[in-house]
């Protein structure tokens, strides 16, 4: 946590420890303030109660109107502020003892002036009672004390000691607490009075007898409680009923007192009655003391209550406040953890995005380089479908021109045979005619002239029997034309048929064509390995020299005397060879897979010796930097696309993946990665038939699949190359053709072999997974070597079974398969062990001494397919010439019937398939 929350913590401790101190010791003051301020408040209002009460029961309820029975301070002092009661209260007592007391008006009485009576003018009857109290020797107060901030107390002590006088002299006769003293008894006079004798009477009889003290104090109060005329007479007024009723049992009471201490006379019981009196008045004290104390006891109890609720309540407040600091601390490292979170996430945002634009940048990159190629592509394939187009235009019009000549040349020459017909018939009938008339003419004149007419008939027979011949004549001419024509015309058939056969022989000359360029490519080799050396990274290479069949390796030894070690290939490429040169080899047999051939072309070498790029290229490739894969395909579809007019191509891809001896699908669409299982079947051979086979109709659609594939493949990071491939990916494209003339079909197939790097496994510092990775690799290399070799040396038995990879591809490891190895090696030192044994390798399964051998052995032969081709293209150009022929109609006239069943059998021959009799020129780059 920051240093800042703690120390809030602290502060915000020490100012609650500080406010609790405060808090005590604060509660404590007042507790006890208050509780000796409330005691002292409560004894005030008791004993002010008490003397209210007092002076109401002397005066009467009526008389102290203005006084309540528990009045507030300020209301008992405003109550006796005119002493009217206090006045009427001591004149109870001591009837007399202020003569005259200024009364207040009634409340019908009003004034003349219509104002109330003013305070000084009853401060006459307060200065009146003072001058009394002070003569009886009772403790008095200032008049001041009644104004508005006097001390009451004074006021209630003044009247309680009036109260004890009273009650002292109505017990003891004058024997009281206060004074008790002669002195003070003998001081009382009456004050402002004429007859002072009632007072003198009292006081002057103290030590006289108790019975007859008891009948003075009962004549007393009997003068006290007289009938209201004479309290009226007194200046009082008269007591309600109750309160008279009240006041008469007190009489009754204090009559029977009377009665008994009259009945109980005698000294004895008098100070036994006096004893009980003052213990009754102790007692009373005691239990007025025991209530006090309760009071305060209760006071007590009331002030802890309060304050254990106040604890609680501080408690509450200090729990409430810890528990706030607890919720702000941990709402502090709840933001601060927040804070933390979205800055992480902030972060991983930032990096995803900027991940993103890589992506993107690299995509769109690529995709550009792509749309360019294939916009080249496009536009050699535009430029060449226009060529094809306008040779195919071209072609048409000649053939068209050329059946036009014929037909007018035939037409005309109908037209020729049609008039010397008509000709012929015209002379005849003219002959006829002639003749009918002549021998019309002769028979009338043989009518007219019998002699001369027999004569003239012998002349007739004659020049009939001419005629006859004539006719003869003509018709034998007109047979001999026709004749001639039919013969013509069977001349033409018979050069039509000839063409017809030299489309066929054609057709079958591109047979053996095909087969014997095939057999060169046998005779190449069907087993080729190629060495290539990708460039150095640093200046220490360990490859010697390079030239066009070996390659040396230079073995450094301790004696400082190099060594040299050479290996033999079909062809070696150096570190500048560009991948065009690369391609050169492979080139032709691309169309031998278009001819039904199987090919299968390997990458093989260590991790980061270029594999890759001899089968891929780098990783933005150009038109020149494209790698075999490309360039293969590129001139697969080229081809089928020059042979369409003869051939039929279905084209389709796989792509797979063996990893850790399982097969799987490498355009799996769906995410799943089954392990897939591989099937002989006699239809089909090989195969895979739970992988995807997709039908491809350009370069682009297996570029685009060749994407998805290398996406779905495992790349793993190893300690020697962070983009090594641990498993082998095979590109497959099934080729199936069908010649448009003779129905036959073509099946061929091409594999492009990307191998998993072949380091040893101890120099790969490798265990677990990695170690199992490695070793089921190098376990499928070695089965690919013994089944090479083993099929080099045409052994009997070929150990395909031995791994996956084998078992894939045995359709295309043997017979007359095609199989191209590039073999790569790192340059650099501190990798000849491993470039050692990987041409180690190549150098097992290479067949360059048995090719090399065949080619000796059957160079014979090569000669013999040479002079075949010389002779099969000397037959081709003698089949031109004859089509050449053909163009020219033939000259003699013969029978219209036949010439155009003929034509029209040509026609229809012309339509099966041999229309077009081509060189196919176009094609000639890479045909042969
Ligand atoms: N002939 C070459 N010319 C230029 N650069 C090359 C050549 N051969 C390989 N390289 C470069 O060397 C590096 C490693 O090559 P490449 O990735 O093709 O190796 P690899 O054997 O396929 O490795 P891996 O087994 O990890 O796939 C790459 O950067 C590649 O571009």
């Known amino acids: 946590m920051a240093a800042f929350p703690l120390n809030v913590i602290s502060m915000v401790e020490n100012v609650l420890h500080k406010y609790d101190e405060r808090l005590d010791q604060r509660l404590d003051e007042r507790l006890s303030d208050n509780h000796f301020a409330s005691r002292k408040a409560k004894e005030a209002s008791l004993r002010r109660n008490e003397a209210a009460k007092w002076l109401r029961n002397m005066v009467g309820t009526v008389g102290g109107r203005d006084l309540p029975a528990e009045p507030s301070e300020e209301d008992f002092m405003a109550a006796l502020r005119n002493g009217i009661i206090l006045c009427s209260a001591l004149n109870k007592i001591q009837p007399g003892a202020i003569p005259k007391v200024v009364e207040a008006p009634s409340d019908a009485d009003v004034l003349p002036d219509g104002k109330a009576l003013s305070v000084y003018q009853y401060f006459e009857n307060v200065r009146n009672f003072l001058v009394a109290l002070e003569r009886l020797g009772l403790p008095t107060f200032e008049t001041s004390d009644l104004e508005q901030g006097g001390i009451s107390s004074r006021v209630v002590n003044c009247i309680l000691a009036l109260k004890s006088y009273n009650e002292g002299k109505l017990i003891t006769n004058g024997l009281w607490r206060y004074g008790g003293n002669a002195r003070a008894s003998n001081l009382i006079k009456p004050v402002m009075s004429k007859d002072p004798e009632p007072l003198k009477e009292s006081f002057s009889s103290a030590n006289s007898d108790p019975s007859h003290e008891h009948c003075e104090e009962q004549n007393k109060i009997t003068q006290e409680y007289k009938p209201s005329s004479e309290a009226h007479h007194s200046g009082l007024k008269p007591a309600s009923d109750d309160e008279e009723m009240v006041d008469n049992e007190d009489v009754e009471a204090k009559q029977e007192k009377c009665d008994n201490v009259k009945y109980n006379a005698g000294e004895e019981r008098s100070s036994k009655h006096l004893k009980q009196l003052e213990l009754d008045q102790q007692q009373k004290e005691s239990s007025e003391f025991q209530k006090q104390q309760d009071l305060v006891e209760q006071e007590n109890e009331k002030n802890k209550i309060l304050k254990q609720q106040l604890l609680a309540q501080i408690e509450n407040k200090r729990s409430e406040l810890l528990k706030q600091q607890q919720l702000i601390q941990q709402e502090n490292e709840r933001s601060m953890l927040l804070k933390q979170q979205e800055l992480a996430q902030l972060e991983n945002k930032r990096n995803d995005l900027l991940k993103q634009q890589q992506l993107v940048r690299e995509e769109s990159e690529r995709s550009e380089v792509w749309k360019q190629q294939q916009l080249a592509q496009l536009e050699n394939e535009r430029v060449e479908l226009t060529k094809q187009q306008q040779i195919v235009q071209q072609e048409n019009e000649r053939s068209e021109l050329l059946k036009q000549q014929q037909l007018a040349q035939l037409e005309n020459e109908r037209m020729q045979l049609l008039e010397e ?8 009938n003219e002959r006829i005619n002639l003749l009918k008339q002549q021998l019309l003419s002769q028979q009338e004149k043989e009518r007219v002239q019998l002699l001369k007419q027999q004569q003239l008939v012998e002349q007739h027979k004659e020049s009939i029997q001419e005629l006859k011949s004539m006719v003869y004549q003509t018709k034998t001419g007109m047979e001999f034309l026709q004749k001639k024509h039919q013969e013509e015309i069977i001349h033409l058939g018979k050069q039509l048929h000839s063409i017809a056969s030299a489309a066929s022989g054609y057709q079958r000359i591109l047979e053996e064509n095909r087969k014997l360029y095939n057999q060169v490519q046998d005779l190449k080799g069907n087993i080729r390995v190629y060495c290539r050396v990708r460039p150095c990274h640093h200046n220490q290479t360990s490859v010697g020299n390079i030239d066009e069949g070996s390659i040396s390796l230079i073995i450094p030894s301790k004696n400082g005397k190099d060594g040299k070690k050479t290996f033999t290939f079909n062809r070696c490429f150096g570190p500048n060879v560009t991948q065009a040169e690369v391609f050169a080899d492979t080139q032709p047999l691309i169309r031998s897979v278009l001819d039904g051939y199987n090919v299968c072309i390997f990458a093989y070498g260590q991790t980061g010796s270029g594999k890759t790029h001899t089968m891929s290229g780098p990783n933005n490739p150009t038109e020149e930097t494209v790698g075999v894969n490309y360039r293969a395909l590129r001139d697969l579809f080229l081809i089928s696309e020059q042979r369409k007019d003869t ?7 796989q792509m797979l993946e063996i990893y850790n001896e399982t097969v799987r699908d490498l355009l799996s669409t769906d995410g799943v990665q089954k392990r897939l299982e591989i099937r002989n079947s006699s239809l089909n051979g090989i195969n895979v038939p739970d992988a995807n086979l997709v039908p491809v109709q350009s370069t682009a659609d297996v570029l ?23 498993s082998h990916s095979c590109l497959t494209v099934h080729v199936h053709g069908k010649d448009l003339t003779s129905g036959k079909t073509i099946r061929g197939s091409i594999h492009l072999v990307d191998l998993a790097g072949s380091e040893r496994v ?19 290399l070695a089965a690919l070597g013994d089944v090479i070799s083993s099929l080099a040396q045409k052994q009997q038995h070929i150990p395909y079974r031995n791994s996956k990879l084998t078992q894939l591809l045995q359709d295309s490891l043997g017979g007359q398969a095609k199989t191209l190895m590039f073999v790569h090696i790192a340059p650099e030192q501190d990798a000849l062990v491993e470039s050692i044994s990987t041409l180690k390798f190549a150098e097992r399964v290479s067949t360059i001494e048995l090719g090399a051998a065949k080619v000796n052995k059957d160079s014979a032969d090569v000669k013999e397919l040479k002079e075949q081709i010389a002779n099969l293209k000397a037959a081709l150009a003698q089949k031109d010439e004859e089509a050449e022929q053909f ?19 040509t026609t229809v021959s012309s339509k099966s ?12 780059s890479l045909e042969v």
């Open 421 to 428: 017909h008509q000709l012929v018939q015209q002379q005849k």
């Open 913 to 924: 398939g041999s229309r077009k009799i081509p060189r196919d020129d176009s094609a000639s």
């Open 704 to 726: 685009s699949l060749m994407d998805l594939g290398f996406k779905n493949r495992a790349v793993s990071a190893t300690a020697m190359n962070d983009r090594s491939s641990r």
């Open 887 to 905: 163009q020219h109609p033939p000259s003699s006239k013969s029978d219209l019937s036949v010439l155009k069943s003929q034509l029209s059998s």
């Open 647 to 653: 051939i039929h191509y279905d084209i389709r891809v």
């Open 762 to 780: 101890d120099k790969s510092e490798v265990t677990g997974d990695r170690l199992k990775e490695a070793q089921h690799i190098n376990k499928s």
